[in-house]
């Protein structure tokens, strides 16, 4: 049976604030209506190759798309949010065209996953052990699981009911104060916590980020198609980029942050103060010559631990090659040239691709 202790919720938000997390907020464990779309998204087939969104049960119902399914023990969901912004500029102040762009969730010095769990598991370890001193009886059926954008759970859907943010028109949290730049965590619990209220969507008639997209891939406010998000092409898909997409994914190499850079929410956005969000040397608008030419002992090294690796050393080879083409820079013709006849197919072809485009602006002077 699931417990009711009055005083559980403030001891969890005071420990998920010392343990770094700039807000905290607790969602009832439901089938909120928000998932009700999630069905219909994957039967559409908006999230492109992303095979793992499509997850089902023994009864091959959609996980992430019933709590209840997933885990019928949790009572409430704790939601947990860390800002990871630095002060760096945006990618839209960024000009350089010999330089691409990698998304600003993964410049830091430690894989987002690892610094939002380690930070979870000690808030968990208040749910599971430090409530229960002092002689209050610990409940036998005491259940907690963890997730760091891990879990069979849609975290913003859930971010929204805990207060945490609203799900804005470009279906990221935003949080009046500390704006969008935020790492979500959840913790599962079969505690009967207070839930708090639902953050009220403040994005009103502002409509910057669908139109700032270059891919038009948020096809309706609140709606996102991956098939055309450029985070979506230059890390989770493989194999060659479909060419009515390629231009306009710019320099961007790992990741887009375009629609968080316009949003005025982020405009006074807070300087994250966890260190291990900094960036590392070199990942902030890395050399584009550079990432194509890399080898695979130097991908390695240079990208241990990072969530660049997700993209794999071929993927950003690839994407380096489409940002040489939009560049507008014929100083890279000779390195396209080489990359034509490369062995990795979607490398040679993008890179054909690049030549022909930025021969085809010289040709147009």
Same mark, same amino acid.
């Given at each position: 049976m699931a417990s009711q202790i009055s005083d559980v919720k403030a001891i969890v938000q005071r420990a998920a604030e010392q343990c770094g997390f700039d807000v905290c907020g607790i969602a009832p464990a439901a089938d909120l209506p928000e998932l009700q779309h999630f069905s219909a998204w994957i039967a559409a087939g908006r999230a492109g190759e992303m095979a793992y969104m499509s997850s089902r049960d023994e009864r091959g119902e959609l996980k992430r798309a019933s709590l209840s399914r997933a885990a019928p023990w949790a009572r409430s969901v704790v939601v947990c949010a860390i800002n990871y912004n630095?002060?760096?500029?945006?990618?839209?102040?960024?000009?350089?065209?010999?330089?691409?762009?990698?998304?600003?969730?993964?410049?830091?010095?430690?894989?987002?996953?690892?610094?939002?769990?380690?930070?979870?598991?000690?808030?968990?370890?208040? %749910?599971?052990?430090? *409530?229960? =001193?002092?002689?209050?009886?610990?409940?036998?059926?005491?259940?907690? /699981? &963890?997730?760091?954008? +891990?879990?069979?759970?849609?975290?913003?859907?859930?971010?929204?009911?805990?207060?945490?943010?609203?799900?804005?028109?470009?279906?990221?949290?935003?949080?009046?104060?500390?704006?969008?730049?935020?790492? %979500?965590?959840?913790? *599962?619990? =079969?505690?009967?916590?207070?839930?708090?209220?639902?953050?009220?969507? /403040? &994005?009103?008639?502002? +409509?910057?980020?669908?139109?700032?997209?270059?891919?038009?891939?948020?096809?309706?406010?609140?709606?996102l198609d991956s098939n055309k998000c450029i985070s979506y092409l230059t890390i989770e898909k493989r194999g060659s980029i479909p060419e009515d997409l390629r231009a306009g994914m710019g320099r961007h190499i790992f990741g887009c942050d375009i629609c968080q850079d316009v949003c005025p929410w982020n405009r006074k956005a807070p300087v994250s103060t966890a260190p291990e969000f900094e960036p590392r040397p070199g990942f902030v608008n890395p050399a584009l010559a550079w990432l194509a030419e890399m080898s695979a002992d130097e991908f390695r090294a240079v990208f241990r631990g990072s969530p660049v690796r997700r993209a794999k050393r071929t993927g950003l080879r690839r994407n380096a090659a489409i940002a040489m083409g939009n560049s507008g820079n014929p100083e890279f013709l000779p390195l396209l040239e080489k990359l034509a006849d490369d062995e990795e197919q979607s490398v040679a072809e993008s890179a054909r691709w690049a030549r022909a485009r930025l021969l085809e602006r010289d040709e147009a002077g």
């Open positions: 630095t002060g760096h500029p945006y990618s839209t102040q960024m000009q350089d065209p010999n330089r691409g762009w990698i998304s600003r969730y993964a410049w830091s010095r430690e894989d987002y996953h690892d610094a939002v769990l380690r930070r979870l598991k000690r808030v968990e370890e208040v %749910l599971q052990n430090d *409530l229960w =001193s002092g002689g209050r009886p610990r409940p036998s059926d005491l259940t907690t /699981r &963890c997730y760091a954008d +891990t879990g069979p759970i849609v975290e913003r859907v859930f971010a929204k009911y805990a207060g945490v943010g609203w799900i804005g028109k470009n279906t990221c949290i935003i949080n009046q104060k500390k704006g969008s730049w935020l790492f %979500l965590g959840v913790i *599962l619990t =079969s505690l009967e916590l207070e839930p708090d209220l639902p953050a009220p969507d /403040r &994005c009103g008639t502002c +409509t910057r980020c669908i139109a700032a997209c270059p891919t038009d891939a948020i096809i309706a406010p609140y709606q």
